[in-house]
């Protein structure tokens, strides 16, 4: 069946469909991994957006279960060059196609998506529609694409209610946004008792539970449509305890702390961006999925400095916050899927707690 692809600029690709035949409108982002589709696809930040897989094969592996990063898939729909319906691996439980289709995500194969991504890269994230209805009408189409907004997703991917998993480590509370599961195994994997708690808990109940430190995790959407949240942020970030926040929660501390975010022209998504480390000029490869940051024009220098910065367009992608136990960073610091350069965060987590608790 012929599926089409329909971008607010009024490009339009054409292709075969697969998943689901609904008809989506969503926000059209690029993933550069060559591996790790079902971690991106169950990865919470990508709810509200389409992915484009630059890879030219994917589904060559099949679907492994045990590597989702949540209970189910949040990407809108999904869109490759080619797709494999005979995966070739011992640990494959399913193909990608029947994936799809019991998630009732759409999707269109056989567009060139390289040069979809160059021509999001020239002008920005932009708005799609992914359909199967070949008398659309392409006005009426761009009008829909035109006025979409991605919003709020942070309430749709939020746990529901409070849990803990035991450790004999640091206490750690952990506010949920939309995290991975690899992220809070880096936790439990160094000894952690970690408590998850939904996005919308109050900050006093997180500090009344007397944590040692505190993780504000990934999540979706824009971060100035978290609304309430950012407060709650706020009154972490006044708090005395050492906090490690990335991804949105990043992005939530630099608005708590007075700073501003903005939209970035191309989104960042893929497992092999450049950060260097402006501490010791180290570069590292990190995994990223964003479409906004921190405007470092807007960051006080009394409040916050810089940590890292993205190689390929200079944009920030940490800060350390004078005088108080936070860093934050734009990044996956346990990558999954992609390189483990940057799971030394963690470690630097666990050892502000010690120094905080020895002191």
């Not at 692809?5 to 993933?31: Q, Y």
């Not at 942070?154 to 506010?175: F, H, I, M, N, Q």
Request: hydrophobic share 35%; glycine share 10%.
């Amino acid at each position: 069946m012929k599926a089409f692809l329909i971008l607010e600029d009024g490009h339009v690709f054409t292709g075969k469909s697969i998943g689901s035949t609904r008809e989506v409108v969503s926000e059209i982002v690029s993933n550069t991994s060559m591996a790790g589709y079902l971690e991106t696809m169950t990865d919470p930040s990508y709810a509200g957006q389409a992915v484009a897989m630059t890879y030219p094969l994917i589904g060559n592996y099949g679907i492994c279960y045990e590597d989702m990063e949540s209970g189910r898939p949040w990407v809108d729909g999904v869109i490759v060059r080619e797709l494999s319906r005979m995966p070739s691996n011992f640990r494959s439980e399913d193909t990608i196609q029947n994936f799809l289709e019991k998630n009732d995500i759409p999707g269109i194969s056989g567009i060139d998506t390289r040069a979809l991504t160059k021509l999001l890269r020239e002008h920005g994230t932009m708005n799609g529609m992914i359909t199967t209805n070949e008398h659309y009408n392409k006005e009426e189409v761009l009008e829909k694409l035109r006025a979409y907004s991605v919003g709020e997703q942070v309430s749709k991917v939020t746990c529901r209610e409070k849990s803990t998993l035991p450790g004999d480590g640091y206490k750690v509370a952990l506010l949920d946004l939309g995290v991975k599961r690899s992220m809070v195994a880096a936790l439990t994997d160094r000894g952690c008792e970690v408590t998850v708690y939904p996005a919308q808990t109050p900050a006093e109940e997180i500090l009344a539970s007397d944590p040692d430190g505190i993780m504000i995790s990934n999540g979706p959407g824009d971060p100035k449509a978290c609304g309430a949240l950012i407060e709650e942020v706020r009154r972490l970030y006044q708090a005395d305890i050492p906090v490690f926040a990335f991804g949105l929660g990043h992005e939530l501390m630099a608005l708590a702390a007075g700073a501003d975010t903005c939209k970035l022209k191309s989104a960042h998504c893929g497992g092999n961006y450049p950060v260097r480390d402006l501490e010791t000029g180290r570069v590292y490869i990190s995994s990223q999925n964003h479409s906004y940051g921190v405007d470092m024009d807007s960051v006080k220098p009394e409040v916050a400095a810089a940590l890292f910065e993205n190689v390929n367009d200079g944009t920030n992608e940490g800060l350390k916050y004078i005088g108080k136990d936070i860093v934050t960073v734009q990044y996956y610091p346990e990558a999954c899927p992609g390189m483990e350069d940057s799971s030394r965060l963690f470690d630097r987590f666990l050892k502000m707690m010690e120094v905080k608790k020895n002191a």
